[in-house]
């Protein structure tokens, strides 16, 4: 599987480690989010950044958490995880001077496994930025699955960022607020989390915002 990293500006001339963002769909996004990325830090709202960016392969099966009976193939998801946790990381931070903090990004599909993973295994990131997420898949089967994880946690110190354009589909939106509605419920003391939707945008538009905003979200302390 190919990936792409960026390092920011001074990487060579410095000593310093830096947080890490995982980005998934990563060959399709890596341009415009190393642009926000870029911008963001040269004006003090983030802190540089080292991105990985994850080419997908078979979004269907990578990225889906169960299985579909009328997609043989799909249910991928822990596996998916299990190679970021147990080669990717371990490579980049083995290859680069990376901080312990990292961010998980994804869209669609990518962003149904954002979710998942922050409800799988939590300690892997800290911060997780969910773009216009596929939570129709399975009968809304991370709804329950939400419900279930954030009761059993009375704190949680992590930052979650949901986002979703205003002309997506309107299930796409109705999911979503589903599933924002389990967070107000339940949310554990110490979670950051916010919902937006882009007004304007559709379902491919939305992301070069929601990564904007997301990622000045996460450092909103910086400042």
């Known amino acids: 599987r190919s990936i792409v990293v960026t390092l920011p500006e001074g990487y060579d001339d410095s000593e310093a480690h830096y ?56 249910g991928g998801g822990d596996t998916f995880l299990e190679f970021i946790s147990g ?18 990004e994804g869209h669609s599909l990518g962003g149904l496994f954002t979710a998942h993973a922050l409800l799988t295994k ?12 596929a939570f129709w898949w399975n009968q809304e ?20 960022y949901l986002s979703i354009g205003s002309e997506d589909g309107t299930g796409m939106r109705h999911e ?16 950051r989390w916010e919902h937006r939707e882009m007004d304007g945008e559709g379902h491919m538009s939305a992301p070069l915002r929601i990564n904007y905003f997301g990622l000045k979200f996460v450092f909103a302390d910086m400042q």
């Open 19 to 74: 947080p890490v963002l995982y980005l998934l769909d990563g060959l399709q996004n890596i341009w415009h989010v190393a642009g926000s990325a870029e911008l963001l830090t040269r004006t003090g709202h983030i802190p540089p950044l080292i991105i990985v960016g994850i080419k997908s392969v078979n979004r269907m099966r990578d990225f889906t958490p169960s299985a579909a009976a009328e997609i043989p193939y799909s």
């Open 176 to 191: 979503l607020t589903r599933f924002v509605e389990v967070i107000k419920e339940h949310a554990p003391a110490g979670l």
């Open 122 to 133: 939590p300690a892997l990131f800290d911060a997780y930025i969910v773009m216009s997420p």
């Open 141 to 160: 089967a991370m709804v329950p699955k939400a419900t279930a994880f954030f009761q059993k946690r009375p704190a949680l110190n992590k930052s979650v």
């Open 87 to 104: 080669e990717l990381m371990p490579l980049i931070e083995a290859t680069y001077r990376t901080h312990p903090f990292r961010i998980l």
